[in-house]
């Protein structure tokens, strides 16, 4: 597709590999998430459950996380792949759709896949227009 850049299939191949690391025993539902930061830097996320459900983490946040923590400043480009068995569409969580606005840049590139399974482009404002800033 027209929009993808060269490294995108690699991003989402490191978001599907993530995937499979997923603690995901109680929805059998596994995420993963790549996220690029400014540097160029690669942090990767999964999902992990917990007996307690409320206390499971989604693996964007995890993946925003570990850039935080890493000193990255800035979201450029996040993939996104979450399925049951195999990856299928997966949009963000209301929450991790906050999580990714807060540090998202001007020109940040969301990448998913469409309901054929093939890769696709958003943005956060497509996510989540109006989102809320302090
Ligand atoms: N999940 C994510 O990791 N990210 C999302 O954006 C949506 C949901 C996880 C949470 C839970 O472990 C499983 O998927 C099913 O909701």
Not at 9 to 22: G, H, I, N, S, T
Not at 63 to 87: F, S
Request: glycine share 10%; net charge negative; proline share 4%.
């Amino acid at each position: 597709m027209i929009w993808l850049m060269a490294d995108d299939a690699r991003l989402l191949e490191r978001a599907r590999a993530v995937r499979l690391r997923a603690y995901a025993p109680f929805s059998g539902y596994r995420v993963g998430a790549a996220v690029v930061d400014e540097n160029g830097d690669v942090y990767t996320g999964c999902n992990v459950e917990n007996s307690s459900y409320p206390v499971g983490t989604c693996a964007e946040s995890n993946a925003v996380g570990a850039m935080i923590a890493a000193g990255g400043t800035q979201i450029k480009i996040i993939a996104i792949v979450g399925g049951h068995e195999e990856p299928e569409a997966c949009t963000p969580c209301g929450a991790c759709r906050q999580t990714i606005a807060e540090f998202a840049a001007d020109d940040a590139r969301i990448l998913l896949l469409d309901a054929s399974g093939e890769p696709d482009m958003q943005t956060i404002d497509d996510l989540l227009p109006g989102s809320f800033k302090l």
